[in-house]
């Protein structure tokens, strides 16, 4: 089943088996009574709830709805949380104007990429104000961090990653004649387009008049990003309610009955499906926490 007709049957379902959704009420915080307080189009409705499961979301994209708001009204309750971060984000490249106007959403492919002792193959695309793609998502923790501890952080790109670099060398040592190094490089391996502009953009224009160190900036082109792109364009948030505060269930040690899943909690992962699997599974574990609990003494 496509997404869409999954979520209506997946909801009619759940319907048919007593199920109300309320829409348009959005969640404030508990009163003094410990009731659940809501906005709602009809004004403030507080509710008294056995138990309650929190799947607030995370702070990407905030137009779908998760704007990380709950995190003020949770702190408010004394529930300890991370600060919502982003996770599976694009970073920040001071590009010259040149790169930036003719290659903004450049694919770069096939390339690898290598951090530290960490090295993969795969996409990543040229943006306005940096570089994105699935390769930097997978990166994305560790740049994220190291650039919270140190203002930037380093990687290299091998823009021919099937060639190993004594194949490299010895293509760009061949006699060049009188053709310039774009077309040598681009006749003898094939670098043209957005890697024939990173080349030019981030290696030193001196190095252009040494051909052993273009053949190693084409297989370690040291790339240096200096922020993450905000939260609300990131694919996921890292932070959240803090696993310690949860119980085997998910349910907050210091609220008995409620009990928080999905994004909101203090973990990430990358793309790939793994966001909705580690989301569904919490929701799993939330929901029969929370059935336990309804049988159990009220
Ligand atoms: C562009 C994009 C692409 C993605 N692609 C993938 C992918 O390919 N694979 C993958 O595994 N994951 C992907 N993800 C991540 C995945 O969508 C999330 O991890 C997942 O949706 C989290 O589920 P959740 O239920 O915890 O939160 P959400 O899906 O964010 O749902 C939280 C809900 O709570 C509501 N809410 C928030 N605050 C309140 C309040 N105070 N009162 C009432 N309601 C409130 C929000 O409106 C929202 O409906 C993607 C995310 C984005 C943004």
Same mark, same amino acid.
């Given at each position: 089943m496509k997404a869409a007709p999954l979520l209506r049957a997946w909801l009619h379902r759940l319907r048919t088996q007593g199920l109300r959704v309320h829409v348009r009420h959005r969640r404030l915080g508990w009163d003094e009574e410990n009731r659940l307080r809501f906005e +709602?189009?009809?004004?403030?409705?507080?509710?008294?709830?056995?138990?309650?499961v929190l799947a607030l979301g995370g702070a990407s994209w905030p137009q779908l709805g998760s704007d990380g708001r709950w995190q003020a009204l949770l702190r408010d309750a004394g529930i300890a949380d991370a600060s919502?971060?982003?996770?599976?984000?694009?970073?920040?490249?001071?590009?010259?104007?040149?790169?930036?106007e003719r290659f903004s959403g450049a694919p770069i492919?096939?390339?690898?990429? !290598?951090?530290?002792? !960490?090295?993969?193959?795969?996409? +990543?695309?040229?943006?306005?104000?940096?570089?994105?793609?699935s390769l930097v998502y997978a990166f994305s923790a560790r740049l994220r961090d190291a650039i919270a501890r140190a203002g930037s952080a380093t990687f290299t790109l091998d823009l021919l990653p099937a060639l190993d670099a004594a194949r490299v060398r010895r293509e760009v040592?061949?006699?060049r004649g009188t053709r310039s190094w774009s077309s040598h490089l681009k006749t003898r391996l094939g670098i043209d387009g957005a890697k024939a502009a990173l080349l030019r953009e981030l290696l030193p224009k001196e190095d252009f008049d040494d051909p052993a160190r273009i053949a190693a900036a084409l297989k370690a082109l040291p790339l240096t990003v200096t922020a993450p792109r905000p939260i609300a364009e990131a694919i996921g +948030?890292?932070?959240?309610?803090?696993?310690?505060?949860?119980?085997?269930?998910?349910?907050?040690?210091d609220r008995p009955g409620v009990f928080c899943c999905g994004e909101m909690l203090d973990w990430e992962a990358p793309t790939g499906g793994y966001l909705l699997q580690a989301t569904m599974a919490s929701g799993r574990v939330a929901g029969m926490g929370t059935a336990r609990h309804l049988d159990g003494p009220s």
């Open positions: +709602s189009p009809d004004g403030e409705r507080r509710i008294r709830a056995r138990a309650t919502l971060r982003p996770a599976n984000c694009g970073f920040e490249v001071a590009w010259s104007a040149h790169l930036r492919k096939p390339v690898a990429l !290598t951090y530290e002792d !960490t090295r993969r193959q795969g996409e +990543s695309v040229l943006g306005e104000y940096g570089i994105e793609g040592l061949r006699p +948030s890292a932070g959240g309610v803090r696993l310690e505060g949860l119980d085997a269930q998910v349910m907050l040690r």
